[in-house]
């Protein structure tokens, strides 16, 4: 039974489907003190943000399109999200994600090659 699930899993990539996740995490240390650390998994077009600390005990995020190069210039959503909690959203397939622990600061942004799925 394994060995067929491997085979319909390697003809399913094949065919262009991608069943994987992708995480990016989010740490700002400053002298040895997390300021920032933040966890998002994007997996089947639901993305997963949890604030795991943040120095205002909250993360704030901002989701943009994966090919937008510049946030001032993309719209984007936001969320906000309590330390130890975590929040869903559907419908998130491709993104570049910014996460900041003040809500009036410029967010830090994941890789130019973001989120995907």
Known sequence: MDTLFAVFAFLASLAGFHSGRDTVVHRVVTNGVYLLAS??????????FECMR????????????HDCSDSKA??????????????????????????????S?????????????
């Open 54 to 65: 943040s120095a205002s005990g909250r993360c704030h995020y901002l989701v943009l399109p």
């Open 74 to 103: 993309c719209t984007g959503r936001r969320y906000d999200v309590a330390v130890g909690d975590v929040r869903q959203v559907a419908g998130l397939h491709a993104f570049r994600l910014c996460v900041s622990g003040d809500a």
């Open 105 to 117: 600061a410029p967010a830090q942004c994941a890789s130019s090659d973001g989120l995907a799925d």
């Open 39 to 48: 966890r998002a998994t994007v997996e089947a077009g639901v993305a997963r």
